[in-house]
């Protein structure tokens, strides 16, 4: 009779254990559907990086195919420094286990610039310099409002998932600022680690547009309904106004980024920006097999093996 009367009690915490794994489970799959889209995204972009939309329409047509080449020349599904920053960052996030330092960051920015990347911005380039020579985590502020510093922001948006608000603001502005330092560049790189935290989470298309329009209150320079942005530059108004367009106007991941990639110019960070928010939403298992299957093979393992181990480190899995 008493292990009668204790089998009713045990049955709520296993059905509460199973419901805690699935949860974990899914946030683990949306982690990877963030970092996979970042690198599907830069690798389906970098074929088109500088081009223009009728540049890439008259070669193209359609540009949907992970194809390598472009002007960095790039072997089919490899990637550029908007995906290597962000595995640096993601890096450093794991050693720290959880939230890094600026100076940490700084460190893991500098080791990924010693490794002679593909590719460096030259926002990036001079406050990597300046920690080199100068010691100094933090970018003097500076009108150049570039994409450098949302572009890698990913890592911290995992790591941080489920912190108090605050935690997640020091994070991603004290990876940021080791660059860059604008408050255009704050909100809009905010409003993104903003957008996948809400995607992690489940709230669907809604939630993250619902981010998208406050960022646009904020700062109104990003408004995205009106004239589409062709051939957008590195400034990050012209990144987000985008991206956001690509994301409003668009059902499902492969729609959204062929239609950002083939806007043309700072194509690769469009594109890894766009990914990171969509792969949130579809998960892993949602994105386009054929596109998952066409990048390179130790990038998709870095990717899996990288945003596993930042989701698990953050606050919202283990309360999950």
């Known amino acids: 009779m008493p292990a009668l009367a204790l089998a009713p009690r045990s049955l709520p915490r296993a059905a509460d254990e199973a419901e805690r794994f699935v949860c974990g489970a899914m946030l683990v799959n949306r982690a990877c559907g963030a970092m996979l889209g970042l690198a599907i995204g830069d690798a389906l972009g970098a074929t088109v990086e500088f081009m223009t939309a009728r540049e890439i329409a008259a070669r193209y047509g359609s540009h949907d195919r992970i194809r390598g080449g472009g002007w960095l020349r790039l072997p089919p599904g490899q990637v550029t420094d908007d995906t290597t920053m962000s595995f640096a960052l993601a890096e450093a996030c794991l050693d720290a286990g959880g939230v890094p330092t600026a100076a940490a960051c700084a460190d893991a920015f500098d080791a990924w610039m010693r490794a002679k990347p593909v590719d460096i911005g030259n926002t990036v380039r001079r406050g990597i310099v300046r920690w080199r020579l100068h010691g100094s985590v933090a970018a003097e502020p500076s009108n150049d409002a570039g994409n450098g510093a949302t572009m890698r922001c990913l890592p911290v948006a995992l790591a941080t998932f489920g912190a108090e608000p605050h935690t997640v603001r020091d994070a991603t502005l004290a990876q940021a600022r080791v660059t860059h330092h604008n408050p255009l560049t704050d909100a809009a790189t905010l409003c993104v680690v903003d957008m996948v935290q809400v995607a992690l989470a489940g709230g669907g298309i809604g939630a993250v547009l619902a981010r998208a329009h406050a960022l646009v209150a904020a700062q109104p320079r990003f408004a995205f309904r009106g004239r589409r942005c062709e051939n957008p530059s590195g400034f990050i108004v ?58 390179a093979v130790q990038v998709r393992r870095d990717c899996v093996r990288l945003a596993t181990g930042l989701i698990e480190l953050a606050p919202g899995y283990a309360a999950g």
Not at 241 to 270: E, P
């Open 238 to 295: 012209d990144t987000m106004r985008a991206v956001l367009q690509a994301i409003d106007g668009n059902d499902g991941f492969a729609a959204v980024l062929v239609d950002v990639v083939n806007r043309g110019g700072d194509a690769d960070t469009t594109g890894a920006i766009a990914g990171m928010i969509m792969g949130a939403l579809v998960g892993e298992t949602g994105l386009p097999p054929d596109w998952r299957r066409q990048v």
